[in-house]
């Protein structure tokens, strides 16, 4: 069983703190896309990465991909409360009949 | 990603009874959809994988005639959950893999049983 570790699982900072999510993994994986899901609502794409050592940017979000594919951070700089939320990654396999395997999220708090 | 409506949002039922989920698949025919559960401030869980003309496929732990599956079009799968108790209750979602358009999320089902 393939399975993808969050860290940390909950995060409160305040508004304008720097912060890195991570997600570890021992399997190796052919995508990995990070998901920001709101009370209430379904998980939204933020990003896919697929090449080992990517890195890709979003406005404050910057997300990385690592070299051997098994691991991913996510960093936000200068946090602002609309960046509250739960954050999930998740690893998917070319040709695998499963679904997306989902990490454990990290629930993310930004005071004012 | 695809566009996908999930329906309904909230739904209170008593216990014993049953309740229909709907995920349609607004703009990409869907031969796959995906059902899974989240608790609060936890991950999803795949519970099963919905496949058009055919039976679905349940992940481990999962029992099939408690939640019966049925994806008779390539625009709509629906999971009902049958004889709904209180440990039942939680938070539904399907979602829908639109080729190289990448995965999409239904808004979820909050269901509550009393």
């Known amino acids: 069983t393939q399975l993808l570790e969050q860290s940390p699982q909950f995060l409160s900072i305040q508004e304008g703190e720097n912060l890195t999510v991570y997600c570890n993994s021992s399997s190796v994986f052919s995508s990995l896309q990070w998901y920001r899901q709101e009370p209430g609502e379904g998980p939204v794409l933020l990003v896919t990465?697929?090449?080992?050592?990517e890195v890709k940017k979003l406005k404050r979000l910057t997300f990385q991909f690592g070299d051997a594919r098994k691991d991913s951070s996510l960093h936000i700089t200068a946090a602002q409360p609309g960046d509250t939320g739960l954050y999930l990654c998740?690893?998917?396999?070319?040709?695998?009949?499963?679904?997306?395997?989902f990490g454990s999220g990290t629930q993310l708090t930004v005071l004012p | 990603g695809a566009v996908v409506s999930q329906h309904p949002s909230r739904v209170i039922c008593k216990s014993g009874t049953s309740v229909k989920i709907e995920c349609r698949s607004l703009d990409f025919q869907a031969t796959t959809m995906f059902w899974y559960r989240q608790f609060p401030k936890q991950s999803l869980m795949l519970m099963a994988t919905s496949n058009e003309g055919s039976k679905a496929t349940y992940e481990q732990g999962v029992e099939k005639d408690k939640f019966l599956i049925n994806h008779a079009s390539l625009t709509l799968s629906t999971l009902t959950v049958t004889s709904a108790h209180p440990e039942d209750s939680s938070f539904y979602i399907c979602s829908v893999k639109a080729g190289g358009r990448g995965y999409t999320f239904g808004s979820g089902t909050r269901l509550t049983v009393v």
């Open positions: 990465v697929v090449t080992g050592g």
């Open positions: 998740a690893g998917g396999q070319d040709g695998s009949a499963r679904q997306l395997t």
